[in-house]
Structures are given as C-alpha cells and as structure tokens.
C-alpha cells in the first residue's frame, strides 16, 4: 500500500471515498424524502413566506403569475428549499460523522457542541432575515415612488427571500469560524481584539455588499449581530484556551 493512500486515521483512500459516497447518499435522501413533504406542505410553506409582502402591503399582497409553469416552478422550488433546510440538522450530523476520524481526542470533543452551533446560528440568522424581509419590501416599495403599482412575481420574490435568509444564514455563521480559528491557533483573541477597528470596518462593508436587498435596516441587521459575534468569539476564544 502506497504512503500516500494511507490517511492520519488508518484509512485507505478508498475507503474514504467510500465513507463521502455513503454520507452523500444518506444526506441526498434525506433531502429528498423532504423535499416531497415540503412539496406536499407547499400552500402552507408559502403562506410562511408571503407574511412579509402582507406585512409590507396589507390587503394587497397576491402574487402575478404571468406564465403558465410558474405556479410548478414555484412548487418545485419551495420543495427543494425546504427539503434543505428540513434535512440541514442530518446535513451538518453527516459532514460530522465524516470529518471525525481525522481529527485528534482533544478536537472531538468540541465536534458536537461546534456542529450544534452552526445549526443555531445558521437558523437564527435565517430568522433575521426573515422578520427583516417586510421592512426591505417597505424601503425597494418606497424608494421606486408612488407611481409604481407593485404586484410581485412569486418566483423573483422566492428568489430574493430565500437568497436573502441563506446570505444570513452563512454570515451569522462567523463567530463558529472565529472560535474555530482561535482553537486551531490561526488566531489568538488578543490578535482578534488588537484588530476591531478593521474588523468593524469589514463588517460594515460586508453588511452592505452581501445584504441582497440593499436596505438599511437589513443591513444594519446583519451588521449588529456580527458586530456583537466578533466581540462574543474573543471571550469564548479566551475561556476555551485558559
């Protein structure tokens, strides 16, 4: 057997492609199988998703379908959607259950908790951007004037809302990433603490590129957060190294 196919934990190279195929596939199943409840759940999952546009413009927030598929390509699209976001828990559980055989006794330990985490943090900031989404609504409405009569195509809106929960999503994980970084020794919290004006300026810059509907409020809703992560992953940094 060639050195190189041996990996830190005594596997071969096949036998880690093996173990990826096998996770993929009990991860792609999973979604699956979600995805059709998701799908069968549509008019409910949609309703969800239309309370910001009712909340932006009460009375007046049905949708315009102007071609004939749209109303399938929607349906298929929440479906997918939410078959990820169901499965996500499994997801993060299998990319886990994956990396665990290379890593040492010490970094195990915090496996779970970091996996728990990013769960947390990745469905906190699909939250925000969900309670933020009526406000943007609000501001792209009043910024184009009063001449405009708005009726949205259920399609460009899913994609906008949806884009926008998953831009959340990843960003609210970073405090996970700053943590991680500090444990692997990239970082160290009196580095992280030495560099905050930069770092403010970054997330503020950040905020503003990333925020997908461009408004004020969603981006100093992402900005706050981030803000407070940065200062939360100093403290845990130095706790975890003590």
């Known amino acids: 057997m060639s050195r190189f196919e041996k990996a830190a934990t005594g596997m071969t190279l096949a036998e880690h492609l093996a173990e990826a195929r096998r996770r993929f596939l009990i991860s ?6 979600l995805g059709v409840v998701a799908f069968l759940i549509y008019p409910q999952i949609l309703h969800v998703l239309q309370q910001p546009y009712c909340a932006a413009t009460p009375g007046h927030c049905r949708f315009l379908v102007t071609n004939p598929l749209d109303g399938l390509t ?19 559980w299998q990319a886990w259950r994956f990396i ?14 970091f996996v728990g985490l990013s769960l947390v943090f990745f469905v906190s900031g699909m939250t925000v951007a969900y309670f933020s989404f009526g406000h943007a609504i609000q501001f792209l409405q009043s910024i184009g004037g009063k001449a405009l009569y708005t009726q949205y195509n259920p399609n460009q809106y899913l994609t906008l809302f949806l884009l926008m929960m998953f831009v959340f999503g990843v960003t609210f994980e970073f405090p996970v990433v700053l943590v991680a970084l500090e444990l692997a020794g990239v970082v160290t919290p009196m580095q992280l603490l030495k560099a905050w004006r930069y770092a403010l300026i970054g997330i503020t810059i ?7 509907s461009g408004d004020p409020l969603s981006m100093m809703a992402l900005a706050l957060p981030l803000t407070f992560f940065y200062f939360l992953a100093i403290g845990i940094g130095k706790l975890l190294r003590k």
Do not use: M, N, Q
């Not at 792609?28 to 199988?33: Q, S």
């Not at 959607?81 to 993060?92: R, Y």
């Open 28 to 33: 792609a199943a999973t979604v699956l199988t």
């Open 74 to 92: 929607l349906r298929i699209k929440i479906g997918f959607f939410g078959g990820l976001l169901f499965a996500s828990p499994v997801l993060f």
């Open 206 to 212: 950040a905020s503003a590129v990333f925020t997908p």
């Open 100 to 113: 665990t055989p290379g890593l040492k006794a010490k970094e195990r330990r915090y496996a779970v908790p």
